[in-house]
């Protein structure tokens, strides 16, 4: 329970409050729980999406409010580290200046445009799905953005001034990725009309971002919490443009 509650309190904006300090283990426990917290973030996304196209707002406008709304829900830091971790990439430099980029504050031209694509896709995607009523799907998509968490935390050193990084680095067992990876293949059969394309949904986003953290490892020097939110945005983008296919 003191895992969930931090899980809660690092990943949404709910009042709940972890334990008075955190140190690698309960941190640990909090990044395992981190895609439970994805299936209730999932499930209110879902629930919105549904109620707005009740409602009867068109479908990209409902797709994009629910979007918007899990900025909300998560104080927007998934987004933000998004947009820190396409400037880094974007850099020129050595790691020290990527990594110096990353904490400037700011969004420039790489940041901007990786917003404005992760939620773009998003957006048109949960509309795609709110189309033919495949709440689950969208659901689905939320949750496995935070597997993508447990993932990044698997292997990586952090990188060099991370705190964040330093804290819920290596601090994953295989057993862990590998019962939630099952859990979210297995969910996936019965989140598209052909059971094959939810598996192939989560295969294929989970797959890119392991790839993309592997680059952003070895640009940056390590793992920090920027490329952790950049894994949570792209994967939810991916597997829900792909559980969009019809």
Request: charged letters at 10%.
């Given at each position: 329970?003191?895992?969930?509650?931090?899980?809660?309190?690092?990943?949404?904006v709910?009042p709940?409050?972890?334990?008075?300090?955190?140190?690698?283990?309960?941190?640990?426990?909090?990044?395992?729980?981190a895609?439970?917290?994805?299936?209730?973030?999932g499930?209110?996304?879902?629930?919105?999406?549904?109620?707005?196209?009740?409602?009867?707002?068109?479908?990209a406008l409902?797709?994009?409010?629910?979007?918007?709304?899990?900025?909300?829900?998560?104080?927007?830091?998934?987004?933000?580290?998004?947009?820190?971790?396409?400037?880094?990439?974007?850099?020129?430099?050595?790691?020290?200046?990527?990594?110096?980029?990353?904490?400037?504050?700011?969004?420039?031209?790489?940041?901007?445009?990786?917003l404005?694509?992760?939620?773009?896709?998003?957006?048109l995607?949960f509309?795609?799905?709110?189309?033919?009523?495949?709440?689950?799907?969208?659901?689905?998509?939320?949750?496995?953005?935070?597997?993508?968490?447990?993932?990044?935390?698997?292997g990586?050193?952090?990188a060099?001034?991370?705190?964040?990084?330093?804290?819920?680095?290596?601090?994953?067992?295989?057993?862990?990725?590998?019962?939630?990876?099952?859990?979210?293949?297995?969910?996936?059969?019965?989140?598209?009309?052909?059971?094959?394309?939810?598996?192939?949904?989560?295969?294929?986003?989970?797959?890119?971002?392991?790839?993309?953290?592997?680059?952003?490892?070895?640009?940056?020097?390590?793992?920090?919490?920027?490329?952790?939110?950049?894994?949570?945005?792209?994967?939810?983008?991916?597997?829900a443009?792909?559980?969009?296919?019809?």
């Open positions: 329970m003191a895992a969930a509650r931090l899980a809660v309190s690092w990943l949404t709910l709940m409050r972890g334990p008075e300090t955190v140190d690698r283990k309960s941190a640990a426990g909090a990044i395992a729980a895609p439970v917290v994805g299936a209730v973030l499930v209110g996304a879902a629930g919105l999406l549904w109620v707005l196209s009740w409602a009867g707002l068109g479908f409902a797709g994009l409010v629910t979007v918007g709304a899990l900025g909300l829900a998560t104080r927007g830091m998934h987004l933000d580290g998004l947009a820190d971790t396409a400037d880094g990439l974007g850099s020129y430099g050595p790691p020290e200046r990527a990594r110096e980029i990353m904490k400037s504050g700011g969004a420039g031209p790489f940041g901007v445009a990786a404005i694509f992760a939620i773009g896709i998003q957006a995607s509309a795609a799905l709110a189309e033919h009523g495949r709440w689950f799907a969208v659901g689905l998509a939320v949750a496995v953005g935070r597997v993508a968490v447990v993932l990044a935390c698997r990586y050193a952090p060099p001034g991370a705190s964040f990084g330093a804290l819920v680095s290596r601090t994953q067992s295989v057993v862990t990725l590998a019962v939630w990876t099952l859990v979210a293949l297995a969910v996936g059969v019965v989140a598209a009309p052909t059971r094959w394309l939810g598996p192939v949904a989560v295969a294929v986003a989970l797959a890119g971002v392991a790839l993309l953290v592997w680059h952003c490892v070895r640009r940056f020097g390590g793992l920090n919490g920027d490329v952790l939110g950049a894994a949570v945005e792209v994967t939810v983008a991916v597997t443009a792909v559980l969009s296919v019809s």
